[in-house]
């Protein structure tokens, strides 16, 4: 089949964006029946005949998505499935077919499909996308000639070429890497925990929880911490208790406090 244009004049501004229904409903159901639509921006091209980057230069109407009135041929003389192979390649179906709808009536189906280049099962997927809209009951109303090859008289194509999303997928994979969650700060060692720049507001139960003071101990010793009960904010009926810190590292030959006992505040709780 050859191509065919279109000669209707648009009026500046103009913009062609029907919905599902209105598609099946205004031009598919009046092309079928050879009734005039309601404009005449749809050429009849037969798209399996083409590469989808050589369809947009088909139709006159230049915007990011093209819409065409196609047939479908059989693959296989006695089958029912349609031949979807190009020269270069083939489209492939996806998902699950979308019936259309016009009030409770289905009147027609949408099926999505994905351009490959090559041959199956060996094509390499692309961006080219079409949506194939069908009429319900089309298939019935074909030629059943012996050896006819004829599937559908129209179905009516809309082909756009999907926006490469990999920089955006990179950049969502990048700022993944910065989030840190439990296991990445439990596998900090304890080493790595002692070099952190602790913050001046710490107090010495979170010192001493995370063994700050440990590698500064030999085996076995204890730190002499005194604190003047006639500090501001201390509680002079709280009790200085010496407590033993056990550690695992090292003596360490070149620190300066070695065996001195470590005193603490032991809160108890009292009615005032």
Not at 42 to 68: A, M, R
Not at 114 to 139: A, D
Not at 153 to 174: A, F, N, P, S
């Amino acid at each position: 089949m050859e191509s065919s244009t279109t000669s209707s004049e648009l009026p500046p501004g103009f913009r062609f964006h029907p919905t599902d229904e209105e598609l099946i409903v205004y031009y598919l159901c009046n092309q079928a029946t050879s009734k005039p639509c309601p404009a005449s921006i749809i050429p009849e091209v037969d798209i399996y005949k083409f590469d989808p980057w050589e369809l947009p230069d088909k139709s006159e109407f230049v915007e990011n998505e093209w819409y065409f009135f196609s047939p479908r041929e059989r693959k296989y003389p006695n089958g029912v499935r349609p031949n979807r192979a190009t020269l270069s390649g083939y489209w492939k179906a996806t998902g699950t077919d979308k019936p259309i709808n016009t009030g409770s009536k289905q009147i027609g189906v949408k099926k999505s499909l994905v351009f490959y280049k090559g041959r199956p099962p060996k094509g390499i997927k692309t961006n080219w996308i079409m949506h194939e809209y069908r009429l319900i009951g089309s298939q019935k109303q074909t030629s059943k000639h012996i050896g006819s090859m004829r599937l559908d008289d129209w179905v009516l194509c809309r082909i756009y070429k999907k926006k490469h999303m990999g920089k955006t997928l990179q950049q969502k994979e990048d700022y993944s890497t910065l989030q840190f969650n439990d296991s990445t700060i439990a596998n900090i060692d304890e080493q790595e925990r002692m070099n952190m720049n602790l913050t001046r507001s710490c107090s010495l139960t979170y010192l001493l929880d995370m063994n700050y003071f440990a590698p500064m101990l030999s085996d076995g010793s204890t730190l002499d911490f005194q604190i003047n009960n006639s500090n501001i904010g201390i509680d002079p009926f709280v009790k200085s208790q010496q407590v033993e810190m056990s550690n695992h590292y090292e003596p360490d030959s070149h620190s300066s406090i070695t065996n001195q006992p470590l005193f603490v505040k032991q809160m108890h709780n009292y009615l005032g």
